[in-house]
Antibody, heavy 116, light 111 residues
Framework: QAQLVQSGGEMKKSGASVKVSCKAFGYTFSAHGITWVRQAPGQGLEWMGWFSAYTGDAYYAQNFQGRLTMTRDTSTSTAYMELRSLTSDDTAVYYC?????????WGQGTVVSVSS | QSVLTQPPSTSGTPGQRVTISCSGS????????VNWYQQLPGTAPKVLIYSNNQRPSGVPDRFSGSKSGTSASLAISGLQSEDEGDYYCGSWDDSLNGHYVFGTGTKVTVL
């Protein structure tokens, strides 16, 4: 049974960066991409981008171009999402999910809180 | 910014059947498959339906999905109290170099 386990919650100041990890268990990490999605308090789901765990190529939503980086460490089957220049609008729960089409496994979510 | 439109809310009594619509366009639903997600309070989204009408293992057959043209729908038959939560549709969108889009979300209330 595949599983994605995310790192713990983060509290950041405006202007800082945050790096969230997503460790994969129970499947061949390089065989599937990882997508990142976020959900602001009381809001819907927002696609941030996805990357191929095999090639490392990443595709970002236009809203995040320039301040979002998705990477992976194949030796530990871990995906990373780094968001820079944080503002209060980035306060949200961040989820990783397996695959480009978000058709199966999701992580438990990581709360990122940004304050001024 | 959601590009798939869902009704904000729907409700029903236990045992009733409710449906949720999801309206898109030719660049998303019209040309790609649709997934449905259930998000219970305080939890991560869970895939309820994938590839328009496929249920993952463990999802009750009370949940069913369909797609026609640029719209899709989710039906919940035999509504139960534990079904209360938020439901989202999602689909790949081929515009803007490709990206995934979600629906606006529908709150299901069991009366």
């Amino acid at each position: 049974q595949a599983q994605l386990v995310q790192s713990g919650g983060e509290m950041k100041k405006s202007g800082a960066s945050v790096k969230v990890s997503c460790k994969a268990f129970g499947y061949t990490f390089s065989a599937h991409g990882i997508t990142w999605v976020r959900q602001a308090p009381g809001q819907g789901l927002e696609w941030m981008g996805w990357f191929s765990a095999y090639t490392g190529d990443a595709y970002y939503a236009q809203n995040f171009q320039g301040r979002l980086t998705m990477t992976r460490d194949t030796s530990t089957s871990t995906a990373y999402m780094e968001l820079r220049s944080l503002t209060s609008d980035d306060t949200a729960v961040y989820y990783c999910a397996r695959g480009q089409l978000l058709a199966d496994y999701w992580g438990q979510g990581t709360v990122v809180s940004v304050s001024s | 910014q959601s590009v798939l439109t869902q009704p904000p809310s729907t409700s029903g009594t236990p045992g009733q059947r409710v449906t949720i619509s999801c309206s898109g366009s030719t660049s998303n639903i019209g040309g790609n498959t649709v997934n449905w997600y259930q998000q219970l309070p305080g939890t991560a989204p869970k895939v309820l339906i994938y590839s328009n009408n496929q249920r993952p293992s463990g999802v009750p057959d009370r949940f069913s999905g369909s797609k026609s043209g640029t719209s899709a729908s989710l039906a919940i038959s035999g509504l139960q109290s534990e079904d209360e939560g938020d439901y989202y549709c999602g689909s790949w969108d081929d515009s803007l170099n490709g990206h995934y889009v979600f629906g606006t979300g529908t709150k299901v209330t069991v009366l």
